[in-house]
């Protein structure tokens, strides 16, 4: 069955760069059509789109965080990295990443990990 | 910018039928947004309920259904039951890969 994980930092300093990784399991990044995305939740707020790695590398940021955010995949490990710079208070989230399958959707989701940015 | 909008709550009697909604500030929702709903409780992950529009996730109830409803997408519960209070997310496909979650729909099941 499909799983996935989130592991970082639950603590970062404002201007810091966070790393998050997701580590999967029940599917391979390398198969056609799949992807993982990164989904962040602020504090009694809505979910947020973040951005997706695509199986032939292909990667689509959030406009508005766009200069901010890297994604990148290892798929001999099973592992989606994201990258987010200059850290601030307001990044504070829940961030989850999700296996997306065809038909533009994310069908399962891992537990998330709560990050705050205080200093 | 584009805004997906929900209603930001909804209240439904147990056994009764609610619809909630997922619009466009500007602009109308058709399948071409692949609309995906996800259901949420509070410190959990959310759960996919619908995507393409109308289709069911593996396990998902018969009485979530999907549809569209004039210029917005639509989640209709059919039978509420108390564990149906949560929040509701749709997601939709904006193009380009470009993704958008709406705000969201607080629901209570009294």
């Known amino acids: 069955q499909i799983t996935l994980k989130e592991s970082g930092p639950t603590l970062v300093k404002p201007t810091q760069t966070l790393t998050l990784t997701c580590t999967f399991s029940g599917f391979s990044l390398s198969t056609s059509g799949v992807g993982v995305g990164w989904i962040r939740q602020p504090p009694g707020k809505a979910l947020e789109w973040l951005a997706l790695i695509y199986w032939d590398d292909d990667k689509r940021y959030r406009p508005s965080l766009k200069s901010r955010l890297t994604i990148i995949k290892d798929t001999s490990k099973n592992q989606v990295v994201l990258r987010m710079t200059n850290m601030d208070p307001v990044d504070t989230a829940t961030y989850y990443c999700?296996?997306?399958?065809?038909?533009?959707?994310?069908?399962?989701w891992g537990q998330g990990t709560l990050v705050t940015v205080s200093s | 910018q584009t805004v997906v909008t929900q209603e930001p709550s909804f209240s439904v009697s147990p056994g009764g039928t609610v619809t909630l909604t997922c619009g466009l500030s500007s602009g109308s929702v058709s399948i071409s947004y692949y609309p995906s709903w996800y259901q949420q409780t509070p410190g959990q992950a959310p759960r996919t309920l619908i995507h393409s529009t109308f289709t069911r996730s593996s396990g998902v109830p018969d009485r979530f259904s999907g549809s569209i409803l004039g210029n917005k997408a639509a989640l209709t519960i059919t039978g509420a039951q108390a564990d149906d209070e949560s929040d509701y997310y749709c997601l939709l496909y904006m193009g380009s890969g470009i993704w958008v979650f709406g705000g969201g729909t607080k629901l209570t099941v009294l």
């Open positions: 999700g296996h997306y399958g065809w038909l533009f959707h994310f069908d399962y």
